[in-house]
């Protein structure tokens, strides 16, 4: 008997691919011709950012983040991860997310500190509520997925509700629902240890750190969380607003 498709991908070792994959939602860090070019791109991106837009929802609370603790993340990455990244060497992700402070006192410091705030900012605005989605200002840390422990356990649950489970339709289906549930965090130390790990996380600490005032007062990015509420994969749309 073959295997399943869910040990199929645990026995899976990637390889380095020559063409990295574009996330077209990554922000434009080079290519400009001038400064009013970057200015004026730079405006263009902050002004989409959640903040700009909030008022039209509810039940969204915010974790301010400094300017500081955005330069933390951009240097955590490139010191720890990056390279990582680069080379695909996930395994390595894994198992650095949870122990890369033990080498570094003034990073831990940081991260307890800002830990501790993220959790009591949680804690007053929803006392009742267990699950949580958690974003930055510009964009999800949905690129660590699958680096989550129990991924491969999420998979195999939703793929065990299909009828066949050999269908090519029902293990797609069942690999976007595991990523979608991956993104339900609990604490504090479940959003860091993904947007610490995270490129798209990194990019656009990257952009806002360049474009915005770097007094703390004024700088403005925010974790954003609200109650994790589970859809169904096949209900995302993506739209264009035209003015």
């Known amino acids: 008997m073959s295997d399943s498709f869910a040990e199929q991908l645990s026995n ?3 390889k380095p691919s020559k063409n990295k994959t574009k996330d077209f939602s990554d922000p434009k860090l080079a290519g400009f011709i001038t400064k009013d070019q970057i200015s004026a791109y730079q405006k263009t991106a902050l002004e989409a950012n959640m903040e700009e837009w909030q008022m039209l929802l509810a039940d969204v609370i915010y974790c301010p983040i400094t300017y500081s603790d955005a330069k933390h993340f951009i240097q955590i990455f ?3 991860f990056q390279k990582l990244h680069e080379h695909q060497l996930f395994d390595q992700i894994r198992e650095q997310m949870h122990t890369w402070f033990n080498d570094d006192q003034e ?13 009591k900012t949680i804690d007053q605005a929803f006392p009742d509520t267990k699950n949580f989605f958690a974003k930055t200002s510009s964009r999800s840390a949905k690129d660590t997925c699958i680096f989550k422990e129990d991924f491969l356990q999420i998979y195999r649950s939703e793929l065990s509700k299909f009828p066949d489970t050999l269908q090519e339709n029902s293990r797609i289906t069942a690999l976007l629902t595991a990523a979608f549930l991956s993104l339900c965090v609990t604490s504090a130390s479940d959003v860091l240890s993904m947007f610490i790990i995270s490129e798209r996380i990194y990019q656009d600490m990257l952009l806002a750190t360049e474009a915005q005032n770097t007094t703390d007062s004024l700088f403005k990015e925010n974790i954003i969380l609200r109650p994790f509420v589970p859809i169904d994969v096949d209900m995302e749309f993506r739209g264009f607003v035209f003015q």
């Open 107 to 119: 990073e831990k410091q940081w991260y307890e500190q800002i830990k501790e705030r993220l959790q």
């Open 78 to 80: 490139e010191r720890y």
């Open 12 to 14: 899976v070792k990637l």
